[in-house]
Structure formats: structure tokens, C-alpha cells
């Protein structure tokens, strides 16, 4: 596996790789998990070449949030990668990425604004920025993301769709199922964060939120049961609730009664200093 972390690298190993295929794109934060390394599998049967990229975004974290604290372990990620068979890391360093004078921003009106949106102002506006700037640099033919960030996913969905993306293009962008641990809990590179009781109440999550959506499916009152939801978090051990949330699963507007389209429960909770989140499929009943 090549490490690039200079674009004018990247521009001639992408070159030299597409003369063999078509180049998939797993973009990350590194801190790899096993999720990170599902999207890379997933990747392979989309494209000949499978590629990543490693870059921990400043513009994404808010000014309290845990940027100085995120997982950084680069050496065991690209052993990880390579040993997944991915043909090249972009591994640029904050300099490269927002050199002196960057000064463009993209914003994703309607879907960026609710949801986690809400509580983490400026972060899909970082997001859907610095993914451009991936896409534009490395020009994948197909780039995969995880369904944990349902909203990301739709956020950036929406941008290539609406600033006409080719590459990838929007039908090209994969979303793959949330992968989890044995006990429901979505993985994520934040769960290294939890104490071990933390961890134990945080599977509290998945069960909280299987109970709901079999309550919602099965016509119970959706503003009741996403109350109902809440408080079992609360009396699972976690601090705080930002938002239990029924959405259209494409559009995500909010939805307070049973859901006649594909529906998504979503949930941003704070254990200790952690905030989880996670969201699975909501069916309209039968
Ligand atoms: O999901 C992530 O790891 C990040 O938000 C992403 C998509 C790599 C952008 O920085």
C-alpha cells in the first residue's frame, strides 16, 4: 500500500491506478475499527481499486468538542489497511488541506440543519467541505460511508447532488450498515473514550431503541414511545438526551406519528463526557 501525503503524489498515484480500473474511496478519521475496515471489504466489490483516506478535519469539531482528543494512530492504520488489501492511503496534513488563505465553506441547507446539526453548529458544513475537497482530489468512481452517520450521509448526498458531482456520483455513494459489538452498541472510534461502566450502560442504547421502533411499527404513539426512549437512558446511566428523533429516512424531516414512508429513529446521548449516537430503519406497518 502507497502512503501519499502530498496532492501532487496523489494526482500521479490515482493516475497510475486508474489505468488499471475503477478506484473506490473510503474516507475516514482514521482510528480504524472494525466498521471502518467493513466499508473497505464492501469496497472491493464496487471497484478494482479500493483506496482511503485518513484525515482527522479540524472544521468538523466544534470549539469544545474532542479534536485534541481524537484517537490519531496512523502506523497501525495503515497496517490495518494493508493488510485489507487497499492500494493507497491519502494522508494529507492540515496544512495541505486548508492552506493559508482557504476561505470557501459548503453549506447543506434542510438536512445539515436539524438533528445533530442543531447541537453541533458548523459541523456538516465542515463535513460536506472537507468531503468535496477528498472527492475533487482524489476523483473516486465510487466512495462508501457508514450508515452510523445517517445524516452525514444524506448531507453529503444532497451536496453532490445539488453541486452536480461526476465523480463520484451521487448514485455512487454507498452507504453500508452500521456494524456493532456482541451487544448491540454501533461501533464507533468514540467508544474508546468509555469507562468500562460507561460501556456497560451504553449498550443500553440498541435495546432502548429496538424497543421503540417495535412500538412504532406496530402503530403506538410516536411523541409517547420517543419519551419512553429517553427516559430509559436517562435511567440506564446516561447524562443526557440531545434528541430521540423519528425521520424520513431520505429527507429527514421530522415525523410525530407512525411513519407511512421509510422512517429512521435517531439518537445523540452523553454518557459520561461521550456523546453516542446511532439510528436504525424505522418500517411503515404493514
Ligand atoms: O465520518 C467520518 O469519518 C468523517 O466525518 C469524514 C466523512 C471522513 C469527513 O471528515
Redesign the pocket.
Known amino acids: 500500500m502507497q502512503t501519499v501525503k502530498q496532492l501532487k503524489e496523489l494526482r500521479e498515484a490515482v493516475d497510475d491506478l486508474r489505468q488499471s480500473g475503477t478506484i473506490a474511496m473510503v474516507?475516514?478519521?482514521g482510528a480504524l475499527h472494525e466498521g471502518h475496515l467493513t466499508l473497505v471489504r464492501e469496497a472491493k466489490r464496487h471497484a478494482e481499486h479500493v483506496t482511503a483516506s485518513i484525515?482527522i478535519?479540524p472544521t468538523?469539531f466544534g470549539p469544545n468538542e474532542d479534536l485534541d482528543a481524537y484517537p490519531r494512530q496512523l502506523a497501525e492504520d495503515q497496517r490495518k489497511l494493508e493488510a485489507e488489501g487497499v492500494a493507497l492511503l491519502w494522508a494529507p496534513d492540515v496544512g495541505s488541506m486548508y492552506p493559508d488563505g482557504f476561505a470557501t465553506r459548503i453549506s447543506v441547507a434542510g438536512v445539515s440543519e436539524g438533528l445533530c446539526g442543531a447541537s453541533r453548529p458548523g459541523h456538516f458544513d465542515g463535513?460536506a467541505t472537507?468531503?468535496c475537497k477528498l472527492f475533487n482530489q482524489l476523483r473516486p468512481d465510487v466512495a462508501l460511508?457508514?450508515e452510523k452517520?445517517w445524516q452525514?450521509l444524506a448531507v453529503i448526498r444532497r451536496m453532490a447532488r445539488d453541486l452536480d458531482l461526476t465523480q463520484p456520483y451521487v448514485d455512487r455513494i454507498i452507504g453500508v450498515p452500521t456494524v456493532r459489538e456482541a451487544d448491540g452498541l454501533a461501533m464507533s472510534s468514540r467508544n474508546a473514550y468509555l469507562s468500562p461502566d460507561e460501556r456497560a450502560s451504553a449498550a443500553q442504547l440498541n435495546q432502548a431503541m429496538l424497543r421503540s421502533i417495535a412500538q412504532i411499527e406496530s402503530g403506538a404513539d410516536v411523541p409517547a414511545s420517543l419519551g419512553a426512549l429517553e427516559r430509559a437512558l436517562l435511567d440506564a446511566g446516561f447524562a443526557s438526551v440531545d434528541y430521540a428523533s423519528l425521520a424520513d429516512a431520505d429527507s429527514l424531516a421530522l415525523l410525530d406519528s407512525t411513519p407511512t414512508r421509510p422512517a429512521r429513529l435517531l439518537v445523540a446521548a452523553r454518557i459520561g463526557g461521550t456523546r453516542l449516537i446511532d439510528n436504525m430503519s424505522v418500517e411503515p406497518p404493514a
Do not use: A, E
Open positions: 474516507p475516514t478519521m484525515f478535519n468538523q463535513v472537507v468531503v460511508f457508514g452517520d452525514q
